[in-house]
């Protein structure tokens, strides 16, 4: 579907790459430590572009989410309604998801375990409950 794919250029090329190892994996800055998602040249707390990428452990917790009850892109209107959620790795940084688990269930700060899965032919992060 057109406009579904990933942006494998740049940086987000090796993030990607490394969920179709079945790793999520994110930046960590060599110069003052900050981990960060989503892939940059440089480190958006002190500017570095010295960085390294580092496999997630699979812990997380959720920040915030909304639950989708309309479809804003075909490719979507299966998965009526959906949630999309802010979750916080264990590391510390942040990336945007979705919990697998029924809407009405979530809570702020829910421990969450990651769970890959896939759609659009593309390996993706996602979450269920820990």
Known sequence: MSGIAPDRSGPAAAYWDALDRGRLCFQRCRSCGAAQLPAREECTTCLSPD????????GARLI??????RAYHDAF???????????????GPRLI???LAPNDTLR????????????FDQAIPQFRPA
């Not at 915030?64 to 009850?69: A, D, E, L, N």
């Open 77 to 91: 209107a299966d998965m009526v309604p959906y949630n999309v959620a802010v979750v916080e790795l264990d590391e």
């Open 108 to 119: 702020i700060d829910m421990p969450l375990r990651l769970e890959l899965g896939r759609r």
């Open 97 to 99: 998801s979705n919990i």
């Open 51 to 58: 960085l390294a990428w580092e496999a997630a452990a699979g």
């Open 64 to 69: 915030s989410w909304v639950v989708y009850h």
